[in-house]
Nanobody
Framework: VQLQASGGGTVQPGGSLRLSCAASGSVFSITVMGWYRQAPGKQRELVATITHGGTTTYADSVKGRFTISRDDAKNTVFLRMSSLRPEDTAVYFC?????????WGQGTLVTVSS
């Protein structure tokens, strides 16, 4: 499975961005899709996940501001980010599970700065 993330960029505090991550290759049986992020000097952390059935989970720090969704016809997962804060600055990585195997995308940088 190959994952291609896009949509990162620089935005002012309070702004919005939408990340996309398209899966290709052997995409059948992909179950959970998700987003993680890694800020400079910090460990990678979970942002949000969504199951094949549409069940979502969010980190407490993004609840009410971020929305994860998926389009299985296009093998794509999205992350809509609103009310962005400087502390949301990080490289965002998409991740999927296929069976027990996990796959990572290459990351896309989100910078929140005035």
């Amino acid at each position: 499975v190959q994952l291609q993330a896009s949509g990162g960029g620089t935005v002012q505090p309070g702004g919005s961005l939408r990340l996309s991550c398209a899966a290709s290759g052997s995409v059948f049986s992909i179950t959970v899709m998700g987003w993680y992020r890694q800020a400079p000097g910090k460990q990678r952390e979970l942002v949000a996940t969504i199951t094949h059935g549409g069940t979502t989970t969010y980190a407490d720090s993004v609840k009410g501001r971020f929305t994860i969704s998926r389009d299985d016809a296009k093998n794509t997962v999205f992350l809509r980010m609103s009310s962005l804060r400087p502390e949301d600055t990080a490289v965002y990585f998409c991740h999927v599970f296929k069976g027990s195997a996990g796959f990572w995308g290459q990351g896309t940088l989100v910078t929140v700065s005035s």
